[in-house]
């Protein structure tokens, strides 16, 4: 599998758990329970948001649009994992590789974006309330929503297209479950520069802005909440950030964990790209589900 020669690499080959699979049935059956969960938790509030008029507001619209992102994310990647333990070919054509790469960085990117906008969905509630229904109108709503995957898309076919300007002549070898860009850059043989910055700027507008944008939100919103008077004011205020707050904590800790880990650690990289692709994408929709009322009763 190891090539020098630029020119012949037409295929990658995917390794998904570094060190082999002792039980590949038995692995197999944990992500596809995985998939069906997500898959069902994450329908069944994007139905329930459709169908159910009390919840055509804003904070939903958006509650929506992250289950989009994670149906899509885990369709992108399990569905292939599942293919390759059963069948045993670990095979994926250049095309497949990038094609799920693009659409891997595409949610990436809006779900980046999402958390922000739910963050400042918060911060007009909590902290300009009179002036919610005119900010975040039902027009501005659409224009945002249009606007998020607009710029997930662009951005992503940008990345792409930098990304496959690079000669893969080191190994066409992949530790991982799905082509990511950290695992595609290891087996580049020529200069890497243009993607490095392109990667560079990706983590400042998708992931660094959008944290400092919700930190600031939050930042005003408990100043806000603390000021309260009234205790049950305090608890309501409190109750309606939650949900947000837990997703944030998991969503940008497990993207740190895997940013700071060594880039020799196959193995936790391994893990890492297994909580933010399939686990994060199914516990998102259970944690809205649990914490919101009023998505319990729509449900």
């Not at 994408?281 to 729509?298: D, F, H, R, T």
């Amino acid at each position: 599998m190891f090539m020098k020669n630029e020119t012949s690499i037409k295929y990658f080959y995917l390794l998904p758990f570094y060190g082999g699979i002792q039980n590949k049935s038995f692995i197999a059956t944990f992500f596809f329970l995985i998939y069906l969960i997500g898959v069902f938790v994450n329908s069944s509030i994007i139905t329930a948001i459709c169908l159910e008029v009390q919840l055509h507001k804003p904070m939903y619209l958006f509650i929506c649009n992250l289950s989009i992102v994670d149906l899509i994310c885990t369709s992108v990647t399990v569905p292939k994992l599942l293919y390759m333990l059963l069948s045993g070919d670990h095979i994926v054509s250049l095309s497949q590789c990038y094609t799920q790469l693009y659409f891997f960085v595409s949610v990436g990117s809006a779900e980046g974006i999402l958390l922000f906008i739910m963050a400042y969905d918060r911060y007009v509630a909590i902290c300009i309330p009179l002036h919610y229904h005119i900010i975040l109108s039902q027009r501005n709503c659409t224009l945002i929503t249009f606007g998020i995957w607009a710029a997930a898309f662009l951005n992503s076919l940008l990345y792409t297209t930098t990304a496959l300007y690079k000669s893969s002549c080191h190994s066409n070898i992949i530790h991982q479950f799905f082509c990511d860009a950290k695992s595609l850059t290891k087996t580049t043989c020529t200069s890497t520069n243009i993607f490095f910055i392109v990667t560079g700027l990706e983590i400042l507008l998708f992931a660094v802005f959008p944290l400092l944008c919700i930190l600031i939100s939050y930042v005003n919103i408990f100043s806000v909440i603390f000021n309260m008077k009234s205790k049950e004011s305090r608890r309501k205020a409190f109750s309606t950030c939650s949900s947000h707050v837990t997703v944030i904590s998991i969503y940008y800790g497990t993207a740190l964990v895997g940013y700071l880990i060594p880039s020799n650690s196959e193995v936790q990289e391994s893990v890492v790209n297994i909580v933010y692709a399939s686990i994060i994408p199914m516990i998102n929709p259970i944690i809205y589900g649990l914490q919101n009322s009023k998505v319990q009763s729509a449900l």
